[in-house]
Every structure is written in C-alpha cells, then in structure tokens.
C-alpha cells in the first residue's frame, strides 16, 4: 500500500515560479522513476517531466528551460521546479511514480493533484 501527497501548487503571476513536492510513503521497497503529468482545463494528461533511479531526465517541449524535474531518494520525494510560468502551464499537476512494494510487485502509484494557476 503506497500514497503520494503533492504539495505546492497555488496562484502565482506569469513569470513567476512554484515549487512542487510529491513525497511517497507506505510499504515501499524500491522507487523506479518518477515523473510529473499535467492536465489543463479541457485538454488530456501530458507527460511534462520525468526522473529516473539514475537520476536521467525528460521533459516536454514546451517546459525545457523552464522546469527541473529532481528527486530526494532517502526522503521518497519528486519535485519540479517551474520557473518562467506562463498562464499555458495552468492546471493540476500529478505526481506518478514506479514504486516495487514490500512483496516485490511493482505498480504505478499516483498522486491527487494539486493546481497550479498562472495569472496574466
């Protein structure tokens, strides 16, 4: 049994920055990659970033230059660090991660959401 909480999300005016967190907990062996989606109000659920155990990155097009994607293994937490916002990055932001459990399956586990507006 595994829970993500994000945390973070807000108001914030175009160009400024957020910070958001996704701290993992319950009956956790291993982590495998974790990653951020986003959905804006009437569009689908886009992949914006990811990390891996490595710590190797991806991110959308649209975000490069603007988010980093990190993670602290030995708190189980993903954040993403948005900078330059502007109001296209509005909506709610789901952590996910890969997560082997104490019996060794693995799952994806996701987050609640937490929305993140950007004013013009």
């Known amino acids: 049994q595994v829970q993500l909480v994000e945390s973070g999300g807000g108001l914030v005016q175009t160009g400024g920055s957020l910070r958001l967190s996704c701290a993992a907990s319950g009956r956790i062996f291993s982590i495998n990659d974790m990653a951020w989606y986003r959905q804006a109000p009437g569009k689908q659920r886009e992949l914006a970033a990811v990390i891996t155990s490595g710590g190797s990155t991806i991110y959308v097009d649209s975000v490069k230059g603007r988010f980093t994607i990190s993670r602290d293994n030995a708190k189980n937490t993903v954040y993403l660090q948005m900078n330059s916002l502007k109001p296209e990055d509005t909506g709610v932001y789901y952590c996910?991660?890969?997560?082997?459990?104490?019996?060794?399956?693995?799952?994806?586990?996701w987050g609640q959401g937490t929305q993140v507006t950007v004013s013009s």
């Open positions: 996910k991660a890969v997560i082997q459990v104490l019996n060794r399956s693995f799952g994806n586990y």
